[in-house]
C-alpha cells in the first residue's frame, strides 16, 4: 500500500513542503528590494532599512510538489543581533548579498556574514547563494564579476549576479536555490548524516575514565 502523502498545514493551505529562506548582507545591498521583487513583483527607489524581522511568502511547484518559500529579509541591526539565532533556525537556505558599486559591501561578504552563518548557521547547513545585487549599475562596478564567482567557489555557494530594479535574475536565482535545495534534501534523504555531537553535555564521569584510559594505551 503506498504510504499517505504527508502535506504541512500553512494558513489553512496544504503544502508538500515549508522552506525557509534567510537573507542577510549589508544594510542598502537591496535586500528588501530583492525579496519584494520575487514576491509581489514590486521595487521602490525609496530606502527602506528593514525594522526588525520581516518575511514574504511564494508558492512554487518543483518535482510536482507544492512548496511555501518563506523568505526572510532583515537589516543588520544590533537588535537583531540578538534574535539571529532564531533568524536562522530551521532555514534550509541562506542568501547573501552584496552591491556591485560598493567593495565593501563584498568585503564584508567575508569578513563579517560568513563569520555569522558560521557561528549561527552551522548546525542547519543551508545551502547557500551569493549575489551580486545592481547589476544594473554595472557602468558604477567596483566589485568584478570574477570576484564574485572565486569567493562563491571557496565557499561553496551558487553565484549569480541580479538586479530588483530590471528584474534580471531575481526568479531565476530563486529557481537555481529552488533545485539546490530539493537536490540536497534528496541527497539527505537517502545518506542520513550523522547527527553532530559536538554540542553534547561532557561524557559522564565513568565514560571519561574509559576514554583516558584508552588514550593512555594508544599513546604509550
Ligand atoms: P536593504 O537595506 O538591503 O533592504 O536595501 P533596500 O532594498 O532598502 O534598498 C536600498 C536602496 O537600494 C534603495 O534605494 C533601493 O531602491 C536601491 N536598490 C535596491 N535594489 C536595487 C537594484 O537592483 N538596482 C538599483 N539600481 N538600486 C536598487
Known amino acids: 500500500m503506498e504510504p499517505p502523502d504527508r502535506k504541512v498545514d500553512y494558513m489553512n493551505k496544504s503544502y508538500d513542503l515549508v522552506w525557509k529562506i534567510v537573507l542577510i548582507g549589508n544594510s ?31 508558492d512554487v511547484v518543483h518535482n510536482d510538489k507544492k512548496i511555501k518559500l518563506q523568505i526572510w529579509d532583515t537589516a543588520g541591526q544590533e537588535n ?3 534574535l539571529a539565532h532564531l533568524y536562522y533556525s530551521r532555514a534550509v537556505a541562506v542568501v ?15 569578513k563579517c556574514w560568513m ?36 569567493l562563491a567557489a571557496k565557499f561553496d555557494m551558487i553565484f549569480m549576479e541580479a538586479s530588483a530594479q530590471d528584474k534580471t535574475n531575481v526568479e531565476e536565482a530563486f529557481e537555481s536555490l529552488v533545485a ?31 576514554s583516558k584510559k584508552k588514550k593512555k594505551k594508544a599513546c604509550c
Open 115 to 150: 563569520k555569522e552563518l558560521d557561528e549561527h548557521a552551522k548546525l542547519e547547513n543551508p545551502v547557500l547563494m551569493l549575489i551580486g545585487h545592481k547589476s544594473d549599475l554595472r557602468h558604477l562596478r567596483s566589485v568584478s564579476r570574477e570576484e564574485g564567482e572565486n
Open 96 to 110: 547573501i548579498l552584496y552591491d556591485i558599486t560598493k567593495h565593501l559591501t563584498f568585503q564584508d561578504v567575508t
Open 180 to 210: 539546490a535545495i530539493s537536490k540536497k534534501q534528496q541527497f539527505l534523504s537517502l545518506h542520513p548524516q550523522p547527527v553532530d555531537t559536538s554540542f553534547k553535555l561532557g561524557p559522564l564521569p565513568n565514560e571519561e575514565t574509559q
Open 80 to 82: 537583531f543581533r540578538v
Open 28 to 58: 542598502g545591498v537591496g535586500k528588501t528590494n530583492f525579496l519584494t521583487r520575487y514576491a509581489w513583483d514590486q521595487f521602490t527607489l525609496e530606502s527602506r532599512t528593514t525594522i526588525g524581522i520581516d518575511f514574504a511568502c511564494r
